[in-house]
């Protein structure tokens, strides 16, 4: 198992989520403009990135 910041996973969706909040300070990214196409991104995304990763979040404790 490995922790939560060696999951490219979960960085991605704290990039995603950022340049959301970053959108809507800002406008730098045009993420309330096109939402639908975010929501794209970021599903294919997720979805690449679950095919590529095989090992799972947490601790051997948690096995236990």
Avoid: H
Avoid at 27 to 37: A, D, E, G, T
Avoid at 41 to 60: C, E, F, M, S, Y
């Amino acid at each position: 198992m490995k922790s939560w910041f060696q999951s490219k996973t979960i960085w991605a969706n704290i990039i995603l989520a950022a340049l959301g909040i970053i959108s809507e300070v800002s406008n730098i990214f045009p993420v309330s403009q096109y939402p639908k196409l975010w929501v794209s991104i970021t599903a294919v995304l997720n979805i690449l990135l679950r095919l590529i990763t095989g090992t799972p979040i947490g601790t051997d404790a948690a096995k236990k």
